[in-house]
């Protein structure tokens, strides 16, 4: 194991398909390759795919020769390797992997050691449109929701009458999905796990962040410091469970929560 800046070379290590790398696999024969895991599938977003082990690799690109490999990609996770130039060699892994070398990630949150390569990513994917002008709005999927959002159909209908486009980003191309965040002037980010798409938005783009009372994490914040972007907190009513009422038609999960549309209104109005 040897270190080298912001990662660790890992000779004879096994990769598993989430990314996970261990020693594990005694009998598994060793591959003649050098490879960086990447967090990615279906269950990874596109957000945290970029702001992951993803953008690490740039401080490594160019000095090593190496091919990126990791659970089946994603279309969306597929076209932003190809704009990289990195997709033909990925090594798609559907069970453990033994290789020659691994290049890893120190023992820290990625978000924290691949931070400060996001820029450079950013910069070879990011696209330049018109000056922005669009209202943006990403809430969290049904299917992968922490909490399950009470009154998202009135929120949404609310958010459309207010002319936001409220975009699903994994159903866009990769391409379109880059455009429509170059051009937002405002997104209302209310899924945490999308943090690492504001690094596609222009220079002084205001976000505003949704999150349950007591869920508000960093990395969205500190991503829009990164970038110079206006970075507005609003939170949402605490996750609940009310045992005398049905759990919410269509819910995947008991606790819930409500995002207030007069507070939320008002809020938008403070932004202008």
């Known amino acids: 194991m040897v270190s080298d800046g912001g990662t660790i070379l890992r000779a004879g290590a096994v990769v598993h398909p989430n990314g996970d790398v261990s020693e594990a696999g005694m009998g598994l024969e060793q591959l003649d390759a050098e490879v960086f895991p990447l967090a990615a599938g279906d269950a990874i977003t596109l957000g945290r795919f970029l702001s992951g082990p993803l953008a690490a690799s740039i401080a490594t690109d160019g000095t090593r020769q190496f ?25 798609t892994l559907e069970s453990p ?41 990403i809430l969290p999927p049904r299917e992968t929701e922490r909490f399950s959002l009470t009154n998202r159909a009135s929120l949404m209908a609310w ?19 880059a455009n429509w965040m170059a051009a937002a002037a405002l997104l209302i980010l209310a899924d945490p796990e999308q943090a ?52 919410p038609f269509g819910a995947r999960v008991p606790l819930s929560y409500e995002i207030p549309i007069r507070a939320l209104a008002k809020t938008l109005d403070a932004l202008g």
């Open 67 to 91: 091919a990126y490999c990791g659970a089946r990609l994603s279309p969306c996770q597929t076209e932003a390797l190809q704009k990289l130039g990195a997709a033909g060699g990925y090594v």
């Open 97 to 137: 992997a033994r290789f020659r070398s691994v290049i890893c990630l120190p023992p820290a949150p990625a978000a924290l050691v691949a931070g400060p390569h996001l820029r450079a990513l950013a910069d070879r994917l990011r696209s330049v449109g018109p000056a922005p002008h669009q209202r943006l709005a």
């Open 159 to 177: 958010l459309r009458a207010k002319k936001f486009t409220i975009i699903v980003p994994e159903t866009l191309k990769f391409d379109e999905l």
């Open 196 to 247: 690492g798409l504001v690094s596609l938005c222009a220079r002084d783009t205001k976000i505003l962040e949704i999150a349950p009372e007591g869920w508000l994490g960093a990395h969205t914040r500190w991503f829009c410091q990164v970038f110079g972007l206006q970075w507005t907190p609003f939170l949402a009513n605490a996750p609940a469970y009310p045992l005398l009422n049905a759990i």
